[in-house]
C-alpha cells in the first residue's frame, strides 16, 4: 500500500481539497451569469438592429410630417379668433345645413324689420 489515496489522477500529486471553495463557486457562478446576461443583451440589441433596419429598407427612410404642425396651428389660430371675438362661437360651430334651412326666416325677420 502507498501513502497516496486511491482518488488521485496518475502521474500527479493530488488536488487541494475541496477543489473549490464556496467564495469560488459563487464567483465563477457570477461571471458565467454576467457573460450570459452580456450575450443576451447584445443579441436583443442586434435583433432590434436588424427589425428597424428591415423596416427602413423596406419603406425608405422616414422622413418627417409636416401636416401634424399646420393642422395644429390651424385650430390654434380658429380657438383665437373665437376667443377674441372676431368669430361667433355659435356660427363657427353651426353646420350649412342648418344655416340654409334658417335662412328664409331670418330674411323674413330681417325684411319685418326694414318694412317697420
Same mark, same amino acid.
Given at each position: 500500500? +502507498?501513502? /497516496?489515496?486511491?482518488?488521485?489522477?496518475?502521474?500527479? !500529486?493530488?488536488?487541494?481539497?475541496?477543489?473549490?471553495?464556496? @467564495? !469560488?463557486?459563487?464567483? /465563477?457562478?457570477?461571471?458565467?451569469? %454576467?457573460?450570459?446576461? @452580456? $450575450?443576451?443583451?447584445? $443579441?436583443? @440589441? $442586434?435583433?432590434?438592429?436588424?427589425? @428597424?433596419? +428591415?423596416? /427602413?429598407? $423596406?419603406?425608405?427612410? %422616414? *422622413?418627417?410630417? *409636416?401636416?401634424?404642425?399646420? #393642422? =395644429?396651428?390651424?385650430?390654434? #389660430? /380658429?380657438? =383665437?379668433?373665437?376667443?377674441?371675438?372676431? #368669430?361667433?362661437?355659435?356660427?363657427?360651430?353651426?353646420?350649412?345645413?342648418?344655416?340654409? &334651412?334658417?335662412?328664409? &326666416?331670418?330674411?323674413?325677420?330681417?325684411?319685418?324689420?326694414?318694412?317697420?
Amino acid at each position: 500500500m +502507498s501513502s /497516496v489515496p486511491p482518488s488521485t489522477p496518475p502521474g500527479g !500529486t493530488p488536488p487541494p481539497y475541496p477543489p473549490y471553495d464556496s @467564495k !469560488t463557486q459563487w464567483r /465563477v457562478y457570477r461571471a458565467q451569469q %454576467r457573460a450570459a446576461w @452580456k $450575450a443576451q443583451r447584445d $443579441a436583443w @440589441k $442586434a435583433q432590434s438592429h436588424a427589425w @428597424k433596419a +428591415s423596416y /427602413v429598407s $423596406a419603406y425608405g427612410p %422616414r *422622413v418627417p410630417s *409636416v401636416v401634424g404642425p399646420i #393642422i =395644429l396651428i390651424g385650430i390654434g #389660430i /380658429v380657438a =383665437l379668433l373665437v376667443l377674441s371675438g372676431r #368669430i361667433g362661437a355659435g356660427d363657427f360651430c353651426r353646420s350649412p345645413s342648418e344655416d340654409r &334651412a334658417q335662412r328664409p &326666416a331670418r330674411e323674413a325677420a330681417i325684411a319685418g324689420q326694414a318694412r317697420v
